[in-house]
T-cell receptor
Framework: ETGVTQTPRHLVMGMTNKKSLKCEQHLGHNAMYWYKQSAKKPLELMFVYSLEERVENNSVPSRFSPECPNSSHLFLHLHTLQPEDSALYLC????????????FGQGTRLTVV | SQELEQSPQSLIVQEGKNLTINCTSSKTLYGLYWYKQKYGEGLIFLMMLQKGGEEKSHEKITAKLDEKKQQSSLHITASQPSHAGIYLCGADRPRDSNYQLIWGAGTKLIIKP
C-alpha cells in the first residue's frame, strides 16, 4: 500500500462511452501525475498537476481530460476513446514536482472495445 | 532511440544467482530512480541516486550511479522469487526543461526455482 488509491482497477468501455478514472492521495503531496503504460513501451507522462494547477500536458489527445479539484484528488475523464488507448493508467503523487520520489497507485487497466 | 536505455530487456536467472541490470542515459544524469513493478500493478520505489559514485543498498539490492558513463546499475545478490518483476529506471530532466521524469522501457526479471 503506497498511500495512492486508484479506482476502478479494471474498466472496459465502448468507443462512444464516457467514463472517469479517479486517484486519491492523503500523503500531503503537492504534485500529482497521470501516466499511460503500454506493453513494452516506456511510461508516458500525460499530465502533471502542482498545487492543483496543471503544469504539464504532453500533447495528449483531447479525448483525455484531467481534473484536479483539490490537492488530494485527481481525475481523468475519458470520452470517445480508441482501441489503441487500451493500457494501464497509473496515477502518482510526490511531495514536490522535481527531484522527489513518486508514489504510484495500483493502476487502472483500461480496455476500449 | 530512447533517452534512457535499459539492458537487458528481459532476464531469466536461477534462484540464488546474482544479476545486474543497467540503465544508460544519452544525456547528463541529475537524479536516477529505480522502481519495481509487478505485472499490471503500480510501481514501488526502490532507491534514488543523485551524486556520481553514489551507491545505495536495500536488502539484497544495490544500485550505483556512474556519472561519467551516464549510467546506473542495479545489482541483486542471491536472487529470490520475490525479486521477480519489472525493474524500471527513471531520471530527472535537466532543470531548465519541463517538470517530468523520463523512463526506461523496463527490464523483466524472471527467477527460476
Amino acid at each position: 500500500e503506497t498511500g495512492v488509491t486508484q479506482t476502478p482497477r479494471h474498466l472496459v468501455m465502448g468507443m462512444t462511452n464516457k467514463k472517469s478514472l479517479k486517484c486519491e492521495q492523503h500523503l500531503g503531496h503537492n504534485a500529482m501525475y497521470w501516466y499511460k503504460q503500454s506493453a513494452k513501451k516506456p511510461l508516458e507522462l500525460m499530465f502533471v498537476y502542482s498545487l492543483e494547477e496543471r503544469v504539464e500536458n504532453n500533447s495528449v489527445p483531447s479525448r483525455f481530460s484531467p481534473e484536479c479539484p483539490n490537492s488530494s484528488h485527481l481525475f481523468l475523464h475519458l470520452h470517445t476513446l480508441q482501441p489503441e488507448d487500451s493500457a494501464l493508467y497509473l496515477c502518482a503523487s510526490s511531495p514536490g514536482v522535481f527531484g522527489t520520489e513518486a508514489f504510484f497507485g495500483q493502476g487502472t487497466r483500461l480496455t476500449v472495445v | 532511440s530512447q533517452e534512457l536505455e535499459q539492458s537487458p530487456q528481459s532476464l531469466i536467472v536461477q534462484e540464488g544467482k546474482n544479476l545486474t541490470i543497467n540503465c544508460t542515459s544519452s544525456k547528463t544524469l541529475y537524479g536516477l530512480y529505480w522502481y519495481k513493478q509487478k505485472y499490471g500493478e503500480g510501481l514501488i520505489f526502490l532507491m534514488m541516486l543523485q551524486k556520481g559514485g553514489e551507491e545505495k543498498s536495500h536488502e539484497k539490492i544495490t544500485a550505483k550511479l556512474d556519472e561519467k558513463k551516464q549510467q546506473s546499475s542495479l545489482h541483486i545478490t542471491a536472487s529470490q522469487p520475490s525479486h521477480a518483476g519489472i525493474y524500471l529506471c527513471g531520471a530527472d530532466r535537466p532543470r531548465d526543461s519541463n517538470y517530468q521524469l523520463i523512463w526506461g522501457a523496463g527490464t523483466k526479471l524472471i527467477i527460476k526455482p
